[in-house]
């Protein structure tokens, strides 16, 4: 989820680095794509302002960005506190690296372009994989319900006492990012070996997201070992290609978890996202409660072809030319817009220490006052990552075009992708870009069609044609946003438990040790598929993700590692967020 290195000791909250998302480009171009992406995030969160005056959060506007008391279990305190001492021990942990590097060690790889289960030799090592989690899981496996789906799709389902109480849900994917054959030698540790250093566990998948599925799975072994029988069901869902967009893996799962317990059945669901890290001078967790939408727009040119020594005044290279440079000079017209998500993450950081007395200032009136929203917003948007963050995005990046060096090409095309802001949609967006292109397709008389619909008249005479088409795969809709308010118990819930976590990890018990801000993420994640299940839907890894000292973690690229007390700390979330659900209010 998140790459770190040594200057990452400034973010906004909700822009940390995300573990996966799913694409549809060769595999380079994913690592490519995601790689960029987390160095996106990284600088998205560096501001060079000089610190103001600081007051703590009980001095601020307590309606800004509000925070609850830590979470500990109560019904369920004495094993809340027996596990926790149990974590602590050494025994313990070099368990738990015994788990987490038994299963780096078997290379669940997912590749773009597989053919379907039983099809596909590449999908067989997730069988080997299976075997792994049956042998290091004992009473997981003889004390809960598994069901299989398309082969290798995972769903566990631990009864709860209760059938009236609406199951948590947890995810997290099998699949890894590939390991390029050219970069084996630039690994410290061997990429499948989980080498463990005394420190790090190190492999592929260490980091995305083999921690979230051995670390629930970990938990839930402790608890069963400590007889614990939860009176809420709890169901695991576990795909196993979200890598390269779920559609073997969750994709399938959704409608067996749709089928058990209906639309809306579950309580809540956390999968995969953003964890915590220092911001600011203040350590930010931020759960994802929302994704943005993602659109790949194609745009053809086709125009005659013929010999290049007699060429036409523009070829059809040249014609996509000036309409990509029209693109890239004409981006989203982006605002930061109160109830937005990314306004509560500005609103947030009004709790930190080193943000500019100024923009305090300003964060604090925004919500009465326009004039201070959009200084805020200028202050906010120097930084063009988290301007990103806020707006619909267009990058291109494929382009194509011509066969031979002496003929001229008949066609050229381009893929521009959009990364779509939650205030907007896949409609708005198709629209923006038929409408950017009109004035060029006139110009070059073009016969324009746009996403099916004809934009110029079909019989006009016309040199040339111009179609814009979704690529590859339809448009995904920007994710609901879960509901932050006060009375949104889910999120709140799931705050307190992150506080929960984190102090008792530490031997704190300070409502002041971090601030809780809603995230965002700017890739999706299985929960794509998900959405009917809960309107609850939180992106969260509980792992130290802003701040990972000198050593880059290397999530989808080399040197993956995580430290063991990182680990151990995600297996402490992961029961104490099973526990406070348990003997929660939650329908």
Sequence with gaps: MSATNEKTNEFLPGVLPLRGTGGTLSNGRIVALKTGLVVLAVFASTFLWRAGPYHSHQDVNADICPQVSELIPKSNGALWKTLGDIYETDAFKMRAVDWLAGAV??????????????????????????????????????????????????????????????PLLLAAHQDVVPVEETTIDQWQ????????????????????????????????EKMLENKFQPTRTVVLASGFDEETSGLHGAQMLAPVLLEM????GYAMLVDEGSGYGEQFGRVIATPGVSEKGYLDVMINVASPGGHSSLPPLHTSIGILADMLVNLERNPFEVHLERGSSTYKIAQCLVHTPELPASLRRDIIHAEHNELALRRAEQELFKNPMFKSLVGTTQAIDLIHGGVKVNALPEQ????????????SSVTATKRRDTELLISLASQFNLSYTAFGARITDADAPAFGTLTLSEAYTHGLEPAPVSPTAHDAVPYQLLSGTIRAAYNSHRGLSDDDSLIISPGIMSGNTDTRYYWKLTEHIFRYGHTDGARGG??????????????????????????????????????
Excluded: C
């Design 105 to 166: 060690r078997i290379p669940t790889e997912s590749y773009d372009q597989m053919g379907p289960v039983g099809t596909d030799p590449r999908w067989e090592k997730f069988g080997a994989f299976h075997d792994y989690l049956l042998k290091a899981f004992p009473l997981v496996h003889a004390s809960l319900e598994v069901t299989k789906v398309n082969t290798y799709g995972l769903i566990y389902v631990w009864k709860g006492t209760s059938n009236s109480l609406k």
């Design 550 to 587: 000198s050593i880059i973690s290397g999530v989808h690229t080399v040197n993956e590692a995580i430290k063991i007390s990182n680990f151990v700390e995600m297996i402490r979330f992961f029961t104490t967020l099973i526990l406070n659900v348990d003997e929660s209010e939650l329908p």
């Design 412 to 423: 050229a095309w381009a893929v521009v992708n959009h990364r779509i802001s939650t205030q």
């Design 261 to 264: 317990f209906g639309e809306n």
């Design 189 to 220: 540790h061997p990429p499948f070996s989980g080498y463990f250093d005394g420190e790090r566990i190190w492999g592929r998948g260490s980091q995305d997201d083999k921690s979230g599925l051995i670390g629930v799975r970990s938990a839930m």
